[in-house]
């Protein structure tokens, strides 16, 4: 991790082996949407749909384990504003805001980002199946929720 100069009083790391960070300080070019002090908005290059988005912090974090709360906040800040643009500005009949922490929940790049995805009435991509409890078992893993600090 290297410090970087920062655009306000806020320290920026940046990850020097990191693709995100590479497109943070214009290393590598990207489709910027949206940009300020602690974010910046660009286009999926591998898009759902065309208008894909993806929304960082600027400072490298992994994800949602190790984002600090104000990053988290400028992140989802910027997608309260960008989400009503996206979905106008490519007649989306929705989005979908999500975002992958860690592998197994498909996460391949490993600087935090939230996704925007524009939505459209049979466009194929496909929500999570809906599972089942058995009995009890939905009442102990909350439990087992609740007690973790
Ligand atoms: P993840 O699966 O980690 O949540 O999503 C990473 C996203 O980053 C993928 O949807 C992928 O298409 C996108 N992506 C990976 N490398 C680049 C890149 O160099 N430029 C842009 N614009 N998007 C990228
Ligand atoms: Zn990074």
């Known amino acids: ?12 790391m ?5 693709i995100f960070c590479k497109i943070a300080t214009g290393i590598i070019p990207a489709e910027k949407v949206y940009e300020n002090d602690e974010v910046l908005a660009f286009l ?5 749909n065309k208008g894909h988005t993806l929304v960082i912090p600027k400072s490298h974090t992994t994800n949602i384990f190790t984002i600090t709360r104000e990053d988290l ?3 989802m800040e910027a997608v309260r504003i960008l989400a009503p643009r ?5 007649n989306a009949g929705g989005v ?4 992958n922490n860690d592998a197994p929940a498909g996460q391949v790049v490993f600087h935090s980002h939230t996704h925007i995805i524009p939505r459209f009435e049979n466009d194929g991509f496909r929500h999570w199946h809906g599972g089942t409890y058995g009995e009890g078992e939905m009442g102990a893993i909350g439990a087992m929720i609740r007690a973790q600090n």
Do not use: G, L, Q
Request: charged share 20%; proline share 6%; hydrophobic share 40%.
């Open 86 to 90: 996206v979905k106008a500005a490519t």
């Open 73 to 75: 906040s400028a992140v």
């Open 14 to 18: 940046h990850d020097v082996n990191c």
């Open 44 to 48: 999926d290059n591998t898009p759902v």
């Open 1 to 12: 991790m290297e410090e970087c100069s920062p655009f306000n009083d806020n320290t920026i």
């Open 96 to 99: 979908n805001v999500i975002m």
